[in-house]
């Protein structure tokens, strides 16, 4: 029987990169957008691209993984494809999938690359970034915790980070003033994910030294010029950030 797959994706006020995106994933057997009230033109644009479109209320989440759950269920075809409303996939990758379920004992879920974006230029420091994104309906499940991957009941292969034409172009290419907005919620929640470390004054130091050397050093950000320096010590103020949060957290109980 002939396998099929659903892509879907999650929106919230996505009307900035929505119609490449829904562009190249239009040869898909089914694009369904599952958009958490936005305000502004997602889903107009969505249902002008002949998605089908369903409704998350946003209630008290402020985060997109009970999202994720609930419209990865909603698919109707057993293979699901997560993307997100600024990532691109490719008609390589498109094929690559179609021929991956194909096979009589493919794994179960795919971590596929994905290329990120700084000050204008592909950051070989973030890259390959892997994200577990494509997956048997059946075998998973999202659980709610903020930057969560999903859990699949079975074997998850990596695509080779080496084939660049098979990874999700990610568009955001956010500035410095949306990192620090974005290091400031996200390390904020994080803190509920990491209340069991015992991290003392030391982890302030070392855990943003560490971070740094592994984005300038190790995964090569020094040949991104300036924006490999920058990006570096952005990811070892997350670092710092999350770990001041948390001993501030301590010290106030």
């Not at 599952?34 to 369903?54: F, K, L, N, P, Y």
């Not at 690359?113 to 950051?123: I, L, T, V």
């Not at 080496?162 to 290419?173: D, I, K, P, T, W």
Request: aromatic fraction near 10%; proline fraction near 3%.
């Amino acid at each position: 029987m002939e396998q099929k797959i659903s892509v879907v994706i999650n929106t919230y006020n996505a009307e900035r990169h929505l119609e490449r995106v829904l562009q190249s994933v239009k040869d898909f057997d089914e694009v369904l957008v599952c958009d958490m009230e936005s305000t502004d033109q997602t889903r107009e644009i969505a249902e002008r691209h002949g998605c089908r479109v369903v409704t998350f209320e946003r209630g008290r989440y402020n985060i997109v993984e009970p999202a994720r759950e609930y419209a990865i269920h909603e698919a109707r075809y057993p293979w699901v494809l997560v993307v997100d409303a600024d990532e691109l996939v490719s008609p390589e990758l498109r094929e690559y999938l179609y021929r991956h379920i194909s096979q009589r004992d493919c794994a179960e879920g795919l971590a596929i690359p994905r290329k990120n974006y700084f000050m204008g230029r592909w950051m070989r420091s973030h890259y390959p970034d892997y994200v577990l994104r494509f997956f048997r309906q059946d075998k998973t499940h999202w659980p709610a915790v903020i930057h969560c991957a999903p859990e699949v009941n079975g074997r998850v292969e990596r695509v080779d980070k080496n084939r660049r034409e098979l990874a999700f172009e990610h568009l955001a290419n956010d500035t410095v003033s949306d990192i620090l907005r974005k290091h400031d919620t996200y390390s904020t929640n994080e803190v509920a994910r990491r209340r069991q470390k015992r991290w003392g004054v030391g982890a302030m130091l070392l855990r943003p030294l560490f971070r740094f050397v592994k984005s300038y050093m190790i995964k090569g950000g020094f040949r991104d010029g300036r924006a490999g320096l920058i990006q570096a010590l952005l990811d070892a103020h997350y670092q710092f950030a999350v770990v001041a949060k948390l001993l501030e957290e301590r010290q106030q109980q």
